[in-house]
């Protein structure tokens, strides 16, 4: 069993940069696949970007490719995601999620664990 906690999300103006973090509990930290997702209000959730077991394995959506880092720290459970030139379109609530495999996945249903998410919001 894994619980996730986000933090760091805020108001930023366009261009600006955030940092998200994702705390996970649980001693198997390093044997999850771990992704970002997020939901603008009446939009579905939609995938950012996951990190395998290995930092080498890293997808993103073709969206934020070139300005958001997924990265991971697994002495200390936790996930990140460095988001810089943010835009309007990027506001959101994101969501950390873990899956129990080798590699992470784009469909939200392929994740077992989720956290109760973060508010992004970009200003223009």
């Known amino acids: 069993q894994v619980q996730l906690v986000e933090s760091g999300g805020g108001l930023v103006q366009a261009g600006g940069s955030l940092r998200l973090s994702c705390a996970a509990s649980?001693?198997?930290?390093?044997?999850?696949?771990m992704a970002w997702f997020r939901q603008a209000p009446g939009k579905a959730r939609e995938f950012v970007a996951t990190?395998?077991?290995?930092?080498?394995?890293?997808y993103y959506a073709e969206s934020v490719k070139g300005r958001f880092t997924i990265s991971r720290d697994n002495a200390k459970n936790t996930q990140y995601l460095q988001m810089n030139n943010l835009q309007p379109e990027d506001t959101a609530v994101y969501y950390c999620?873990?899956?129990?495999?080798?590699?992470?996945?784009?469909?939200?249903?392929?994740?077992?664990?989720w956290g109760q998410g973060t508010q992004v919001t970009v200003s223009s």
């Open positions: 999620a873990g899956r129990t495999q080798l590699v992470g996945a784009f469909e939200a249903s392929e994740y077992s664990y």
């Open positions: 649980g001693r198997t930290f390093s044997r999850y696949a």
């Open positions: 990190i395998g077991w290995s930092t080498g394995s890293t």
